[in-house]
Every structure is written in C-alpha cells, then in structure tokens.
C-alpha cells in the first residue's frame, strides 16, 4: 500500500519535465502528506493536464457520503476494471501525483521502521510520478469535493524487504499514453507494474514521521 509521501518538488522543476499545461491552485510543499490532506494532483480538463489540489481519499460521484474516502486511499492494480469505486475512473479520470517520494514501514520485532523511497538520480531530487485515479462528489448543490486514490502493485525485487506492495510509477515517457482515454483499457493497464529495481532506492529515516502532524525536513532525512 501507499499510505504516506512527501511532496517538496519545485513546481519549476515540475514544468521542466512535461507534466502539466496549467496550474488551477497554489501549490503547497509537504514533507509529511497523509490520508485526508490535500495534495497537488495533475488530472484532464477540458483536454488540458492542470495541476490542482485534491483530497487524498476516493470519493466515488455515487457515494451517499465522504467518509467512505477514508477507506479508498489506495486502490489495487489488480482488480480496478471490475471495483465498482475505481473501473469508471480508471477508465476516464486517471491522474498523477508528483512525489519527492514513498513512505514506507517495515515491521522489525514488533516495531516498524520507517523507510523513505524514491528515484535515482539528481541527488535524489527527480521527481516521482505516481498513478492515481480521481473523482468528484457534489458535497453541497454548490460545493463540490474533489479527490483522489493512488494505485498500488506488488512491490519490486528491492521493496520486498520493506513491504510486499508499491504504488505504481509512470515513466516520463509514459504520462501522455496514461492521460490518453481514448485508448483500450487494457493498453493503459500495461503501465501498472512494479517499478524497475534500477530506478528507485531508499534508505532508513527517523520515526519522526509516524506523525502525521510533523512536517518539517526532519521527515526526510538519512538515519
């Protein structure tokens, strides 16, 4: 699963890597983005990819209320084609989150260590893409809420050691294919995959994290 990531990418650096036509909102750095928070998010309108700000937790358009958000943080690669709450977006409302990277806790003698993953590369300031789906729920006749989920796979070679799952990566080269609705689902599921061992590494950090309330550069940095 993906239950934590830290979102402190320039949004200059963003621009430089073609993910998005516009910006709709102000963009808000986070080392320490949780479920419930509001996040930067790169989805379709009106045929532009525009970066805007959504509630990390699926709210499909059907739901009664929002709270079932809290239970669709993450939906699995496996099974989104037939989910009643992810096929309809999977097939016409994909998204990106761009991250600094994952947090991710291995369990150690009846404790978990958390671990922070990201790219390789540019010192490790590349930024991560992770697909995601979103929606909006009318929460008042003028109010409307919207929201997102991250999709997740089996981990890669190098996670298995932390965690048996990952959220799943878009390669630069892929953002246009992911954004394409008008291609065949099962050509856009394809892109759900573990990332390659060679593209991302990780390393320990401090339990600092465990709180969502925390959210300085501590959250981030090598023990």
């Known amino acids: 699963m993906c239950g ?17 036509d516009e910006v709709d909102a102000d963009y808000i750095e986070s080392f320490n983005v949780a479920p419930s928070h509001y996040a930067a998010v790169v989805s379709l309108k009106e045929g532009k990819r525009v970066l805007s700000l959504k509630k990390w937790g ?25 989910k009643p709450s992810f096929k309809n977006a999977f097939r016409k409302r994909r998204c990106i989150i761009p991250v600094s990277g994952f947090y991710e806790w291995r369990n150690e003698t009846g404790c978990k260590k ?12 590349a930024p991560m893409f992770l697909a995601g789906l979103h929606e909006s729920w009318n929460k008042t006749e003028n109010e409307v809420l919207e ?39 099962n050509e856009i599921k394809n892109l759900i995959k573990p990332a390659d061992d060679d593209e991302i590494e990780f390393y320990p950090v ?4 465990n709180s969502p309330h925390n959210n300085s550069l501590r959250c981030l940095e090598m023990i």
């Open 206 to 209: 401090s339990e600092f994290v």
């Open 114 to 125: 958390p671990f922070f993953i990201r790219m390789k590369g540019e010192n490790g300031t």
């Open 147 to 185: 929201t997102f989920t991250i999709i997740t796979t089996s981990a890669c070679g190098k996670l298995k050691a932390i965690h048996d799952r990952m959220p799943v990566v878009i390669m630069q080269n892929d953002i246009k294919l992911w954004f394409d609705d008008s291609l065949p689902v």
């Open 58 to 82: 699926l709210v499909p358009s059907w739901a009664k209320d929002d709270k079932i958000g809290s239970r669709l943080i993450n939906a699995r690669g496996e099974t989104l084609k037939d």
């Open 4 to 20: 934590r990531f830290a979102q402190v990418i320039p949004i200059g650096k963003m621009k430089m890597s073609d993910l998005f």
